[in-house]
């Protein structure tokens, strides 16, 4: 059993790549700008239409993750056309090099197809983005549901190890450690994901499912809820913690506040997969930074 991670440089890619090893597959993940040192990498641009076939003709993997995406949603909204390189046509190519080869699709994308007006959503929820990442997301979801044995990931407030230290919980970590107050939204509304939690229900799910499947966090929480929750479980001062609304922060981006997903569909197929909450999955990823 091969299998291939487009973006395993990355949080979701790289626990992927740890899950699926650890379960007797054969998984090769890629990385596009970044190679982690510790963890080598295969190097693979999806813009690139040509290389993207050549190695999944190479591979001729059971399954592709796609995981890769430009994510910065700032970066998103101020080069809308490095996005759509990035987001949508890199997809494109990635979806036809699968059906080329016979492989298996499995896209992860966001809760950033909604407005955020009305969340939790479900699978079947109307889509409406709010923002070019958003839009993108919306337009890459299209593409791959073009086959009827691909598989759509959507997730939210993605967090874990992660070598280049990118995400909301790390940063968040190194600041309070250093005493610095941090600025966290109180108005943006999501499931908080655990990495490795998504990555075993996005193996499972590979095998069994096809179309769109919501996988995120047990509790829908606050960012400042979870920040707070983030430094008690890492035993620092939650008063840095400071609570502002999404508006007083100056972004370009608008964000969808009321986000968050609901999970019945994902709990109906995997009855067994336990679905971790807030808590339980920031003491793992502590015991995971401390060794």
């Known amino acids: ?27 090769i ?13 295969r190097h693979l641009d999806i813009s690139d239409k040509a290389k993207v076939l050549s190695l999944l003709e190479e591979l001729c993997p059971r399954h592709v993750y796609l995981s890769s995406s430009f994510t910065n949603v700032e ?6 056309e490095l996005s759509h390189r990035i987001n949508v046509l890199g997809v494109e190519n990635v979806f036809a090099a699968c059906q080329q080869v016979g492989s298996k699709l499995i896209y992860f994308s966001s809760d950033y197809v909604f407005d955020g007006l009305s969340g939790p959503y479900r699978e079947d929820s109307p889509v409406s983005p709010i923002s070019v990442y958003g839009r993108h997301k919306v337009m890459a979801e299209k593409l791959v549901l073009a086959s009827a044995d691909s598989l759509v990931l959507r997730t939210t407030v993605v967090y874990g190890q992660e070598w280049q230290g990118k995400n909301f919980v790390v940063r968040l970590v190194k600041s309070l450690l250093d005493g610095k ?26 095998d069994c499912a096809n179309g769109i499947y919501n ?26 913690v400071i ?7 100056g972004q370009k981006a608008a964000r969808p506040l009321e986000g968050g997903l609901v999970m019945e569909k994902l709990q109906a197929k995997l009855p067994k997969l336990e ?11 502590h015991k995971e930074l401390e060794r």
């Open 181 to 206: 107050a941090i600025k966290v939204p109180s108005d943006q509304v999501g499931n908080p994901t655990f990495s490795r939690n998504l990555a075993e229900a996005a193996a499972l799910l590979a």
């Open 29 to 41: 993940g890629t990385y596009s700008s970044h190679n982690p040192p510790h963890f080598p990498l």
């Open 275 to 285: 679905i971790i909450g807030c808590r339980k999955g920031l003491q793992l990823l």
């Open 243 to 249: 609570p502002v609304q999404t508006s007083e922060l």
């Open 215 to 240: 996988v995120a966090g047990l509790e829908r929480v606050s960012r400042y809820q979870f920040a707070r929750e983030a430094a008690y479980v890492f035993g620092l001062d939650e008063d840095l």
């Open 1 to 27: 059993m091969r299998d291939l991670v487009i973006g395993a440089s990355g949080q979701v890619g790289g626990a992927l790549v740890d899950f699926l090893r650890g379960h007797g597959v054969d998984a």
């Open 75 to 80: 970066g998103c909204e101020e080069d809308p």
